[in-house]
T-cell receptor
Framework: GNSVTQMEGPVTLSEEAFLTINCTYTATGYPSLFWYVQYPGEGLQLLLKATKADDKGSNKGFEATYRKETTSFHLEKGSVQVSDSAVYFCALKVASGNTPLVFGKGTRLSVIA | EPEVTQTPSHQVTQMGQEVILRCVPISNHLYFYWYRQILGQKVEFLVSFYNNEISEKSEIFDDQFSVERPDGSNFTLKIRSTKLEDSAMYFC????????????FGPGTRLTVT
């Protein structure tokens, strides 16, 4: 089956620290990979995506590279801000029609000033 | 920028009551989804809907659940007889089609069953 494994949180960092949130996946077929972010009290927002191997998704200073050989899609940011405090979800979608997203459990990030 | 909207933002209901959660997907999207997130847990798929019928459903989506697209804009999730364990945040999502894998999520409806 399809599944996503994320590093357990919570993650607490000081402002301007480097962030890595690990994500690995198992999929039947060739998935597209996503990172969604959920700010406190809000819904899910697409942060970035990659649809094929070696693609790098990027947005708002966040990056993730689709690594087929290690089945990973780790999220990174060089310098986090307090406003990045949120829950981050890694997800996959197998490219076969109207299939659902499969989410990881989410990683809560707290950034302190 | 168009967005998915959901109403109400918070619904409180008594166990055994019926609830209807409403969603207005983005207008040119063809695929519609419901997910739920029990507090502190991961987001779980419930059901997908395309061409006026269910495409796929999870084991969570039992006979107590139903979905409908009653007109050209609304997409609803009905829970016939709510249970305490139905308390969760329910997210509606929509997508353009098979070649575009992105799903756009609404802000969610928090359902509290007492």
């Amino acid at each position: 089956g399809n599944s996503v494994t994320q590093m357990e949180g919570p993650v607490t960092l000081s402002e301007e620290a480097f962030l890595t949130i690990n994500c690995t996946y198992t999929a039947t077929g060739y998935p597209s990979l996503f990172w969604y972010v959920q700010y406190p009290g809000e819904g899910l927002q697409l942060l970035l995506k990659a649809t094929k191997a070696d693609d790098k998704g990027s947005n708002k200073g966040f990056e993730a590279t689709y690594r087929k050989e290690t089945t990973s899609f780790h999220l990174e940011k060089g310098s986090v801000q307090v406003s990045d405090s949120a829950v981050y979800f890694c997800a996959l979608k197998v490219a076969s029609g109207n299939t659902p997203l499969v989410f990881g459990k989410g990683t809560r990030l707290s950034v302190i000033a | 920028e168009p967005e998915v909207t959901q109403t109400p933002s918070h619904q409180v209901t008594q166990m055994g009551q019926e609830v209807i959660l409403r969603c207005v997907p983005i207008s040119n999207h063809l695929y519609f989804y419901w997910y739920r997130q029990i507090l502190g847990q991961k987001v779980e798929f419930l059901v997908s809907f395309y061409n006026n019928e269910i495409s796929e459903k999870s084991e969570i989506f039992d006979d107590q659940f139903s979905v409908e697209r009653p007109d050209g804009s609304n997409f609803t999730l009905k829970i016939r007889s709510t249970k305490l364990e139905d308390s969760a945040m329910y997210f509606c999502a929509s997508g353009r089609g098979e070649l575009s894998y992105e799903q756009y999520f609404g802000p969610g409806t928090r359902l509290t069953v007492t």
